[in-house]
DNA sequence: AATGAATGAGTCTTCATTCAT
DNA sequence: GATGAATGAAGACTCATTCAT
C-alpha cells in the first residue's frame, strides 16, 4: 500500500503466495481460461496492473500455483520415503497423501491437463521439472524395493507412472464403486500385488 | 460443391467426417478453446459460416469428433470381447487396441476426460454414456474372469478403470522408458498380476 | 413448383401476396429485423432463393406488406367516405375501420416506424403516398364538415393527422383505462367536441 | 485520459454523457439496430472496448439516453405543475415544453414507444415507468381541471395520453400545414375545447 | 423455374496487457 | 509503487444475398 517504499524480497515473495493462493481458487472454480485478471486483482484487493508486478503474465500465476502446489506434495513425500517402513507401506502411505493433494486441488490439477498445451514452452518445462521430481521419488521407493526383493524386476518408472496415474481414476470417475479411500485401497492392493515378488 | 443442389443425408454425413477430420488435427495442436472457428474452416476449404451448416456449434464439433472415436474403439472392443480366449487375453488385445486408438489421436482422448468440462450437460452427458459403455465392455471382462476364476474377487468396474487409466501412463509421458509396446507390455502385465487368483 | 414453365403474371402477382401474408405475420412476432429470410422461405414452403424471385430485396417484402395493408385500409375507407352521412358519423365509422386494422395488424404498424428508417428512400417514398392517400380521405370527410358548418375553421390536414394519431394511444399503451372501445369512444368523441361549432 | 487515476463518479458520469450525446445523434441517423458498436467508439473518439466501461451493454447506451431525456422532460413539467395557473394554461405550457424536447431528439423519442421491444425485460420496465411518470403529470392536471369544473369528465388517463400522443402527429409529419407552433397552436386548442366544459 | 449451398461482412462482447499519472 | 483507463485483437455466431446446377 505505501508507495514508493521498494518491497523487500521477502515481502515480494509473500504477494506472490498471497495472490496464487487466492487465484488458485478462482481457477479451481472456472478453469484457467475463464479466469480473468480483473477478477483475480479484484480478490486479492489491488490493482489490475499491480498484478503484473508480481506476475509477468497470466500463465505464470497458474504455473506458480501448481509448482506450489507439486513441491509441498513433494516434500511430504520425501518425508515418508525416507520412514523406516518397508517399501510396499511407504508406497501407500505416499498414494494417501497423493490422493488428499489431488482431492484437495482437485479441478485445479485437471485445468492444468487441459490449458497446458497452451502456456509457453519454459513453463511447460518448469513444470515438467516437478512432475519428473515427484514421479522419482515414488520411483526410488520402487527400485528400493526391488533391490531388497520386495518387489518383481519391473521397470521402477514405469511402475511409478502407472501407480500415480492409477489414482486419476479413482479422482475423475462421475461413477464411483465406493468410497474414495475403498477405490484407493483397491487400486494400491492391486498395483501392489501386481509387483510384488 | 454443387450450388442449389441438397446435399443428401451421405454428403451430409460425409462432410461432417471431413471436417472433423482436419478439425481434430487442429485441436490436437492448440486445444479446443485455442481453436478458432476460422481455423477450422480454412483448413477445410470452406467459409466461415458454412461450418456452421453442418454444426451448430463449436462444441458440436469436439463432442462429434470424441464420440467419433470412442464408438469406433467401442466396436472393435466388442469385436475382441466375443472372441472365446481367456479374460486375460482378451484384456490384452483390447488394451492393445485401446492404445493404438489412443496413439492415433494423442490429446484427443484426454480431453475426452477433461475438456468436457464447459460443454453443455447434454454434451457432457452424450460422452459420459459412451465412456461408460466402452469401461462396461472392459468391465465385463474382468467379471467373466471372476467368475471363472482367474481373477481374485476385485471390484470389477473399479479394476477396469484402473487399467483404462494405466494406458495413459504410457501415451502422455515425456519421458519413455522404452517403446510404446514395452511400457505397455509391462503395465498390462502388472495389472494382470496384481488381479490374478 | 413446375420447373421451366414461366409463371404468368397473376401467378406472380399471386404468389407475392401468398408469401407477404405469412411473412406479415412473422413480422408480428419477431419484428422485421428479427425476421431472417430463411424463416419466411420455410414458413412459406419455398426455397430461400425463390423469395428473391418475387422481391428481390428483404425490404421490399416490409414495404409491399404495409402498402397491400394500408390499401386495403382506403378502399374501406373510401367506401364510407362515400355514404351519405353527417360527416362527424362518417368520421367514428372510419376511425372504427381504422382502429380495426391497426389491431389486425398490431405490431407490424408499430415496426414500421421504427425501421422504416432503414429502409431506401424510393421504399420509404412508396408508403409516404399511400399514408397521404389515407389522410386525405379522413381530411377530405373533414374539410366537408367545415364547409357544412358542422365543424369549427381548422386545418383539415392536421386536424386529420391529430384523430389520426389519437388512435395510436389507445393501441400502444400498457396502462389501459378500460376496453379498446370505451378509450376509442371517448378519444372521438374529444375529437369532434374539439371541433365542433 | 489519464491513465491510472480512478475517474470521479463526476467524471464517470460526465463521460457517459458525453457518449450517449453522440450515439443519440447516430442512433437518430441510422437507428438502433443499425447503429454498431464500432461507429460510437470511433465517433466519441475512443477504444471500442472503452466503451464498456461506461455501458455495460448496447441496449444501457439506449436505455441511459431515453431516460436522460424523459426525466428532464419530467423535471421541467413538474415545475410548471405546480404553478398557479389555471389548468388548461399550464397544459398548453407542458406541451410547448414537450414539444420542444421532441424536436430536439426527433426520432429518439419515437423510440421510446418502440424499440423499446427487444430491450430486456428490466430495461423495458424502468422505461415505462418513466413513460408513466409524465402521463401522470399530464393526468393530474386534467383531473384538477375536472374537479375544477374547468374541464368535463372524462377519463384522466386517457386523455393525457390522448394529448401526448397528438403532438406525434405534429413531429413526424413530412407533409407540414404550417409552422410547429401553428399546428400546435391548433392541435392544443381542438383538445382543449373538446374536453372543456 | 427453382433451390440450397456458400460466404464475407458484420454483430456484440471479452480480456490480457500496457502506460501515463 | 500503485493503479485503472485504454485498447486492439480476437471469438463465436448470423444473415442477406448470390450462383451454379
Given at each position: 500500500m505505501p508507495k514508493g517504499i521498494p518491497l523487500t524480497p521477502e515481502e515480494q515473495s509473500q504477494r506472490r503466495f498471497e495472490i496464487v493462493g487466492i487465484a488458485k481458487n478462482i481457477f479451481k472454480e472456472k478453469g484457467f481460461q475463464g479466469t480473468a485478471m480483473r477478477e483475480i486483482a479484484e480478490a486479492v484487493g489491488m490493482g489490475k496492473s499491480s498484478l503484473y508486478e508480481s506476475f509477468k503474465t497470466k500463465d505464470e500465476i497458474l504455473v506458480f500455483a501448481l509448482e506450489e502446489e507439486v513441491l509441498q506434495l513433494i516434500e511430504q513425500s520425501q518425508g515418508i520415503a525416507g520412514l523406516d517402513l518397508p517399501p510396499d507401506i511407504r508406497l501407500k502411505q505416499m498414494m494417501q497423501i497423493y490422493l488428499k493433494f489431488m482431492q484437495t486441488n482437485n479441478t485445479l490439477f485437471l485445468w492444468l491437463s487441459v490449458?497446458?498445451?497452451?502456456?509457453?514452452a519454459e513453463s511447460q518445462k518448469r513444470l515438467q521439472e516437478k512432475r519428473y521430481a515427484y514421479q522419482d521419488i515414488v520411483r526410488s521407493i520402487i527400485e528400493e524395493g526391488i533391490s531388497k526383493s520386495f518387489?518383481?524386476?519391473?521397470?521402477a518408472l514405469n511402475a511409478a507412472r502407472l501407480l500415480i496415474n492409477s489414482m486419476l481414476s479413482i479422482l475423475y470417475t462421475?461413477?464411483?464403486?465406493?468410497s474414495a479411500e475403498e477405490m484407493w485401497d483397491e487400486a494400491i492392493e492391486i498395483f501392489c500385488n501386481g509387483i510384488k515378488m
Open positions: 490449458e497446458v498445451h497452451g502456456l509457453n518387489f518383481r524386476k519391473v521397470n462421475s461413477r464411483p464403486t465406493g
